[in-house]
């Protein structure tokens, strides 16, 4: 079974501040996705991670995929209000699975 | 552009109650899943299919059903409602390559069915 971790659960930080966000495996999947969810709404697709070591950047966002492609990393840079939200990673070949969430809260 | 449509959005049931929540894509998606979401948490995988006819278990299964007769259409029953599945409920499809799912194709996802059950 096939399972992905996600840390922190929770992250409040203040308007400017950076932040890292961890999707951790003890499986290796092909490739990763993230998405980000906001409230009453479906999640929506921010990026997808394929190579190993592949590092993608979304404005002020940027995803790593690992070397060993078992885990990826969401690192976000002065993060702003608009940035909060439920971050999810997913994973899988012939179904999608998702991670634990971390759920970001950024004040201004 | 209708994507994933999914009804009803509200719905309270008792315990013992059956239902059936439906989920319509236009997308001609292959791939169509169920997820349950809990406060606070992320997305857990009921059953999937990856074509008409076809269907799969997921991480939480029991207590629930599904059927594929077209492509369009997916809907998860619920035989008899358990306040533990008390959730919010999301469809999603997406399109594949082959066996897998396509990794340049993001899952779209309806906008949710919040269920309580009493």
């Known amino acids: 079974t096939q399972l992905l971790e996600q840390s922190p659960q929770f992250l409040s930080i203040q308007e400017g501040e950076n932040l890292t966000v961890y999707c951790n495996s003890s499986?290796?999947?092909?490739?990763l996705q993230w998405y980000r969810q906001e409230p009453g709404e479906g999640p929506v697709l921010l990026v997808t991670?394929?190579?190993?070591?592949e590092v993608k950047k979304l404005k002020r966002l940027t995803f790593q995929f690992g070397d060993a492609r078992k885990d990826s990393s969401l690192h976000i840079t002065a993060a702003q209000p608009g940035d909060t939200g439920l971050y999810l990673c997913a994973g899988g070949a012939d179904k999608l699975i998702f991670g634990t969430g971390t759920r970001l809260q950024v004040f201004p | 552009n209708a994507g994933v449509t999914q009804t009803p959005k509200f719905q309270v049931l008792k315990t013992g109650q059956s239902m059936t929540l439906q989920c319509a894509q236009d997308?001609?998606?292959?791939?169509m899943s169920w997820y349950r979401q809990d406060p606070g948490m992320g997305l857990r995988l009921i059953h999937y299919?990856?074509?008409?006819?076809?269907?799969d278990q997921g991480e939480v299964p029991n207590g629930y059903n599904v059927s594929r007769s077209t492509t369009e259409d997916f809907p998860l029953r619920l035989l008899s409602a358990a306040p533990s599945q008390t959730s919010v409920y999301f469809c999603?499809?997406?399109?594949?390559?082959?066996?897998?799912?396509?990794?340049?194709?993001?899952?779209?996802f309806g906008n949710g069915t919040r269920l309580t059950v009493t």
């Open positions: 299919s990856v074509g008409a006819g076809i269907t």
């Open positions: 991670v394929v190579t190993g070591g």
């Open positions: 999603a499809s997406s399109s594949r390559f082959g066996q897998l799912l396509s990794y340049n194709s993001p899952l779209h």
């Open positions: 997308m001609n998606h292959e791939y």
């Open positions: 499986s290796v999947f092909s490739s």
